[in-house]
């Protein structure tokens, strides 16, 4: 999967929609060139769960490691810099496999996910 353009030739749909493809391929040097070095990942409303880079690619590299992983969008849309994502997110949970809804908020600046917050539903096993 090759590394994002230039930040001035992506729209956010395009940042968020390459993080997502770099996701499912379980690429996190893909993954990573979309996200802004002083990135936040919050549970919504404002649960900190990774901020910088190194804590956002720590936390997907465990996840990267489920055999099962993918998320499917449903519906996307966006307004100036922020998008929204709603997704069925496929995973490994310490229960089994199943899938889960998944709501995503990123609010893109420079071409760069600079902040996202996840809203998740409850896990259905497989």
Partial sequence: ???PMSSSTL???QVVDGQLRAYNAKDIDAFMAYWAEDA????HPDTLLARGMDEIRARHLIR???PNLHGRLLHRMAVGGTVVDHEMV???FPE????VEVIGIYEVTDGRISRAWFTLGTPVLS
Avoid at 96 to 99: A, D, V
Wanted: zero cysteines; a neutral charge; charged letters at 20%.
């Fill in 64 to 66: 990267f490691q489920e």
């Fill in 11 to 13: 729209t956010p749909e």
């Fill in 96 to 99: 089994g496999p199943g899938t």
């Fill in 90 to 92: 496929t995973r490994a």
């Fill in 1 to 3: 999967m090759p590394p």
């Fill in 40 to 43: 936040r990942v919050y549970q």
